[in-house]
């Protein structure tokens, strides 16, 4: 058969979607005892229905580290993996939006089938520890559950499964790479950090001028807001030094390294230049990724406390706690998200040498 | 094995959901003819996550026509009707969102796999006819594809079980014949519908005043006004009038008898009486459940227009013009959405005599 | 001039939402320092938008605040305030959306316009305070911010206001009044308590074998297992002891009575019988609202974090801190949440006697 | 007072958002009758809260339209105009969702105070008319109201403001300028059309193929395909051939030039080249724009309905009749909308020569 026979196969939505497999897979075990629990079916359609969305969302990331992987990732997929980026945040927008859709089961409902679960529990699911895993979750950060190590509950073969995407390279560390690649940080007379220092200290000094002068603040408010801005100074450090932001690292405090961080912090200052759009809204997607896992694992702590209150989960752990802790700790790009405190103002902004703005500029010639 | 020890028979996560099966049901056409399309993966997912839900909303609607297909609803059954009807616009709310996730696919991803899927057609989701059949959408008021029934594509099996949903009861006859089983409108010397004329006539009155004296209208405006609360006017005879609204039944414009109609109305009118609140809260979850499909239709036909423009789509229809009519005519529960028009201010409404206020209240006896 | 020609006096749009004065109330800083900042108005237009709805949402509070004040409250009433109240969950929800739009302004865009806010902040909303107060935050557990009261920034007249809110009778402590004035809890032979301590002994034997039987434990396993069961076995003691609980009011760990605690636990187990509908409605939407406060502030630390990152907010506070603080421990309801654990399975509860059951339902009396 | 003084003098959050004026601006015009309508307050909020949006969309399209009216527009412009078409999505996003809240308003609570606002209506909403012409909505399609113009309910100075914007250039009009402006489509041997008729032409053979070849298939069926691919045929004359394309502007069909056209059918179908990403994300922005205002139009149309049925609305007009059809017809970038009919698989894209697609990309030159 040739090849573009076989392209016009004809198929039927039933069997497309396999839909007698996919609508076969509805086993509500308080039926099975005799004690149908009409609420189990939501209960199961809801996790189905999550593990087929995580199934979407690692097929974007697999296609993204993909795309990344080779150290000299082709420009002209920057575009393309912010468009998989932003599927995956449409995804988790959804994923949040359905924990309404559980809260229609009160924890009585829940009550009446919750003893046919256990011990399962949505901490088994393999595929969510492999989008966590993928996205560059680090594995020492990760919230243990009665001391056991978050795989614990798979057997080898997903356990070698997991290793292995770290093994491969993360999102996080090929990010890392592709950032570490980006020029511009020094060329000719234009050194990007010291350049960065003045801007800064033009800054603060204003912050303080303006506290010293307010007619509003009593003297106690005022010492206490110049401290303030004195720790914020003290932040600052990290960037303008290499060797305080690699004790940082050193300590778990950070993960990006020193260039890479740079490199993030130039494409958030000068994002309004044409060749930085796409690296700055590539870091932008990777930033609203993390902030919707981190909302889901919220939302999902504050249904676990409706539904159970402060009992135990069906896996052993008392939920909402557990749940609670990974949305205050598994941040994904934290290292992103502390760009922002680095951020000075635009009218404060060292201006670019023209030879590295033309750089970042291009240009359609007319053809007319 | 007793029960007790059966109930607890321990399982995990993978099995309870059948995830061998669920996660091994997408199979891409284009990978097999080995011109693997990034986006069919979300094409199929999104299909599939569609018809979990679908199952889930059957699961609910058949329960609910379940508690009321009994000649007489135990009453204590409404609110457990509210609260799986309230689920079921949970899920439409998320269906309808869901929308946002399919166009993160560009027309141009679409087309990359299109013709694989020929000649596959959500026209084909014999769980959707289900939903539409359980909600009660009149057969003969069905848009029609290129001269075909809906129900044309199915096997005879499935073709039966639509029909027999329809012989059975569908949730708008079974809520029609509840709300003739409605007291309450004939108690006595309260005479609902009489007082209620008397009602209207002096609203009708106050407004066509208030045009003839406002300051802001022309004279040419005015006459229009008033022409406009004439045929309001007549709109309102068929209330008044069983032989008029007969008629209406009778050309198809109408579906509810007149008993019912009058039921809706007078629930609507005093739904401050305690006893009237949960069916007031009954009938507006169908309305919302109405107005949910008819922007999912919508929003859905929004889509195809913007993935295929005026193609047709892989069924053969010229799938946005079919979308955008069943958004336009496929109302199920359009009888319920012209109570409105009936309505009058509440400083209008005739007083209820004594003994039928009692009726609609409950007390509680305190132990105080 | 008679009323109902007053009623009718005409009236154009504009004059009617004051849009003269409505739309003249944005004066961007940054433009008048001749520096004009485009997000400026972004930022004016969104705070503007959220005092509208806390107007809003004060006006809901205030009435159903009215409705529960006299200590009979007619049981009419509470079919209104749950109207009421679910329109405060949907502001609350279109609130929480809202910082979807805020998130289009990206740091940089925020630090063109920062300086000229000093030392305005959030903090300083008048009318948030109002809601939190109507709703009864109690004021003990407010996060302090420098140590200093949240009032402190507002003039005397305005913390008189607050003061006030207090003493009138906050939204919950109105609802305490009205659950400690439920009946049922003790009707003739009926002794709710004891049979309710009964059937949670049941259920939590049956736990406890579930995980001595369980054929994937390990034995390490089962003992943790059941020493949280037994911990939860603690956590019932305060719903089965009044001294208990009294101890945990004392030392401010809970805050309902204990009468109060009963009734609602009894309306959440039993709320399946007609006349508990609505109670169980109104218990539920409180929690909703409390669950949507806490999504609300959490939300918004996040955003606060990804504008600000580290750095001190205009008004001095370290935004995303106390942001995070208060969406941790600002609940306003945590013992209609704590109800959750006290809850056992349908199959477990009590069967009710003939005569409570009857009291606790209505019938319609039927006119054919 | 120098600058930099003046940018720090310090201001209050009450002052600063002018909340004085903002929460004095809600004044209950059933309350001045003596007759206070609780839900009257909401109507007045959701309606101020839609105008304060209403001039943050004009904030945002002024900026737009500003950075497009020189006729070459730097293309670092883009970026910031997509950015700012973003906002405005979301900000549509939110006025939809905000119609959930006024749904919380029965139709019963609306008539207690519906008689007050005669006849003011959204119809005189003249910011709304801002919005639509900045946006470019054709003034000759425009629904007409009982046969008068939409301007007619305004003074003559708002009128000029809104013949004004149309003469300035609309959004709709500047993008068919830039489009126009876009170079190759001819570059040396490559004639753009040429080879996407080609491409077209097998393409179409392929599809006749199929369904020639389908086993699912009747006859009848197939002859009907066949016919509809073949109309899909004719659509594609207007794109091969200017003067068919020319005819359906005279006839008011289309509105872009054949030059603007051509040049938006070539960023979406090489919109994976680099220097096209952005081009192709505003041209995808304004159609999510123009589809999301259709929503709105459509889901307020319903909301009316469901609040005054088929009763005329305070303006006079019979507004869910008159939403309606403008959600039908109301469309501003139709043009862009039907590019997707044009649209052809990426396997059938005709190749691009090596020195356009030298053109299309852009480098870093790294300093390693």
């Known amino acids: 058969m040739d090849k573009t026979k076989e392209k016009y196969t004809t198929i039927h939505y039933q069997d497309y979607l396999q ?3 996919l609508l076969d897979a509805q086993n509500m075990r308080s039926a099975l005892a005799a004690e149908p629990a009409h609420e189990e079916m939501l209960f199961i359609i809801v996790h189905q229905v999550y593990e087929l969305w995580f199934k979407q969302i690692i097929h974007e990331l697999h296609s993204v580290v993909g795309l990344f992987v080779d150290a000299k990732v082709d420009e002209s997929n920057i575009g393309i993996s912010i468009a998989r980026l932003n599927r995956v945040e449409e995804i988790m927008k959804l994923l949040i939006k359905q924990i309404s859709v559980m ?3 009160t924890p009585l409902d829940f009550l009446d089938f919750r003893g046919y679960l256990f011990p399962a529990s949505g ?4 595929q969510f520890r492999v989008v966590e895993s993928l996205m560059g979750l680090p594995e020492n950060q990760r919230i243990t559950y009665h001391q056991q190590k978050y795989s614990s509950v798979f057997p080898k073969e997903q356990k070698d499964q997991l290793a292995e995407i770290y093994k491969k390279g993360t999102l996080h560390d090929l990010i890392e790479d592709w950032l570490e690649r980006m020029p511009f940080l020094q060329l000719g007379d234009f050194n990007f950090i010291e350049k960065y220092r003045e801007a800064l200290e033009q800054m ?3 912050e303080l001028d303006a506290i010293r002068d307010s007619e509003y603040l009593t003297d106690k408010e005022k010492e206490k807001r110049a401290e303030m801005v004195g720790s914020t100074d003290t932040y600052f450090q990290s960037i303008l030094n290499k060797e305080t932001h690699d ?3 050193a300590e778990g405090k ?9 490199a993030a912090l130039f494409i958030n200052l000068y994002r309004d230049e044409p060749i930085l759009h796409l690296p700055f809204q590539l870091l932008t997607s990777l930033i609203e990724i993390d902030d919707l896992f981190t909302s889901w694992r919220y939302r999902h702590a504050q249904m676990v406390l409706r539904m ?4 135990m989960g069906t896996g052993g752990s008392s939920g909402h706690d557990y749940l609670n802790k990974t949305a205050q700790k598994h941040k994904m790009f934290e290292d992103l998200h502390n760009i922002s405190t ?3 103002p635009r009218s404060a902004l060292p201006k670019l040498p023209k030879d590295i703005k033309r750089q970042l500029s291009y240009y359609f010639t007319t053809n007319e």
Not at 123 to 126: A, D, G, H, L, Y
Not at 308 to 311: F, I, P, S, T, Y
Request: net charge positive.
């Open 19 to 21: 839909l007698d497999k």
């Open 103 to 105: 809260e229609t089961m």
């Open 123 to 126: 901490f088994q699911s393999f």
């Open 204 to 206: 603060l000094k204003h």
């Open 247 to 249: 004790q940082l690292i």
């Open 254 to 262: 950070k993960r990006f390294s020193y260039k890479a961080t740079l």
């Open 308 to 311: 159970l209150g402060n009992k």
């Open 342 to 344: 680095l951020l000075i």
